[in-house]
């Protein structure tokens, strides 16, 4: 098969300037995402913030602080996980690779959110969904387990 990538000596000269404009200006629109990225975690951890001692509050009034205690335990994972993505995107903005581990630990994150927010649903849980969701965990965290390990091999 044959390779369709084009190295820089196989543009024409006449396109030099025009593809170093195309760089700089796609260089400038994913600093531009990332700034953006940047604001929407920011403002994802306040709204966290505030929804966690909204649960604490409702919990409080409503005299029932398991159901409460559930509820804000799965809104601190949520935050939880906006944090591993802020650190990830720091990481990446001082020149560090992103790391598929960061991923895989929020998406496992949010499974554990699920099973300890299953409970208090208004809807009780069907074996079945309560199966898929442990399966879930239980196949990300050796995911995550494997993306681990291989990482200290190559250290």
């Known amino acids: 098969m044959k390779d369709i990538r084009m190295s820089q000596e196989q543009l ?11 760089i700089k200006a796609m260089q400038w629109l994913n600093g531009f995402a ?3 990225i940047g604001l929407a975690l920011a403002t994802s951890v306040i709204m966290f913030t505030w929804l966690f001692f909204k649960d604490v509050y409702a919990a409080a009034n409503a005299h029932n602080l398991v ?15 906006i ?7 720091i990481r990446y903005l001082q020149g560090s690779k992103l790391q598929v581990e960061t991923f895989v630990e929020v ?16 809807a009780s849980p069907t ?4 199966a898929i969701w442990v399966g ?5 965290g050796l995911v995550y387990v494997l993306v ?3 990482q200290k091999q190559q250290d």
């Open 12 to 22: 024409p000269r006449n396109f030099a300037r025009i593809n170093s404009f195309a």
């Open 34 to 36: 990332h700034i953006i």
């Open 67 to 81: 159901h409460g205690f559930l509820h804000a335990l799965g809104t601190l994972m949520l935050l939880w996980s």
């Open 83 to 89: 944090s591993a993505l802020i650190s990830a995107e």
């Open 107 to 122: 998406v496992l994150v949010l499974f554990l959110r699920k099973l300890i927010v299953m409970p208090v649903q208004d």
């Open 127 to 130: 074996t079945e969904e309560i």
């Open 136 to 140: 879930g965990a239980f196949v990300l």
């Open 148 to 150: 681990r390990w291989a």
